[in-house]
């Protein structure tokens, strides 16, 4: 039933000279990230994707602009579809690194992606050569680990002889479940989240709207980076969440600016962080919440929106 794979990673970076980053980082990681990919496979000299002859076997288009001309079942007639990765920036806030200064951040690969796995470590190394954020500060890929089956990481990547391990690991929402679940939760969204029901975007959230967002995410996914949709009672799922009580929440509304490489214009961004307690029988939704910490939820999770604990 949950049996898409993804890999979830830890890429470990020292900075060469000083590092001006903004508070909230994720913006400019994917930013600087899609320039360098880009830089790094494309092989025509005009370098447009519209008018591109090996468009349908690049990889760039593939992760960043993933076609939906063969969409399955709910999913057809989708403009647009998930991107198959996500990076998880550093969560503090801090805005100054200095020369030999260390800082991680998270990626994770969801299906099909996992096969382009080298361009992106070889991406990020390109990212510290050419330099993030203000002034353009260079770093470099020291190491790089990925979450084992047994809940440990594993070193797959060295940075001193810039080889990455053939045995990654490969997970699924089984691999997540190493304990039993409570019948209390406790979710801190660690990044601003965006979720929306009825078009409507939530300051606060009630179980069913999270269980749709999750729902709606591991579907797309699966159906545009794996073999299709997921064989779910989706009506079963959301009358189950209607049960789960919300027992206590502080969230707190941010937004902020973020520019936009691809539309070149800034774009305000927004989403609530902060913690919400929800209280009832999650034996059913174990899976849809374990799977939410490395896919995250709700939009622009592509550079890191929607990240939460499970506590």
């Known amino acids: 039933m949950f049996t898409l794979e993804f890999a979830y990673m830890r890429l470990h970076f020292k900075a060469r000279g000083h590092l001006r980053l903004p508070p909230y980082k994720g913006s400019t990681f994917r930013g600087a990230f899609g320039v360098a990919f880009k830089r790094a496979v494309c092989i025509v000299q005009h370098g447009e994707c519209e008018r591109c002859l090996v468009r349908t076997q690049c990889v760039y288009p593939y992760v960043f602009d993933t076609p939906v001309e063969n969409a399955q079942g709910i999913f057809r007639g989708y403009q647009e579809a998930p991107h198959p990765y996500l990076i998880e920036p550093p969560l503090e806030t801090k805005t100054d690194y200095a020369p030999g200064e260390e800082f991680a951040i998270g990626q994770t690969l969801i299906g099909r992606a996992l096969n382009y796995m080298p361009y992106f470590i070889y991406t990020f190394q390109r990212m510290g050569d050419t330099g993030i954020g203000r002034g353009r500060g260079k770093c470099d890929l020291i190491s790089g680990e990925a979450l084992h089956a047994d809940g ?140 939410g910490v490395p896919m995250h939820v709700g939009k622009w999770t592509s550079f890191g929106m929607g990240q939460y604990a499970l506590i």
């Open 152 to 291: 440990t990481w594993q070193e797959v990547y060295d940075g001193a002889s810039e080889m990455l391990q053939q045995d990654v690991p490969h997970l699924t929402a089984q691999d997540l479940m190493h304990k039993e679940i409570g019948s209390q939760i406790r979710l801190s969204f660690v990044t601003p989240t965006q979720l929306k029901a009825d078009r409507i975007l939530q300051r606060g959230l009630d179980f069913p709207v999270l269980i749709r967002g999750l729902l709606r995410r591991y579907s797309a996914l699966a159906a545009f980076h794996a073999d299709g949709p997921p064989d779910l009672n989706y009506a079963d799922y959301i009358s189950a969440a209607e049960n789960i009580q919300t027992t206590s929440h502080n969230l707190t509304w941010r937004t902020w600016e973020r520019y936009s490489n691809r539309k070149n214009r800034r774009m305000s961004v927004s989403g609530f962080t902060g913690d919400v307690v929800f209280e009832g029988d999650m034996t059913q939704f174990h899976p849809l919440l374990a799977l």
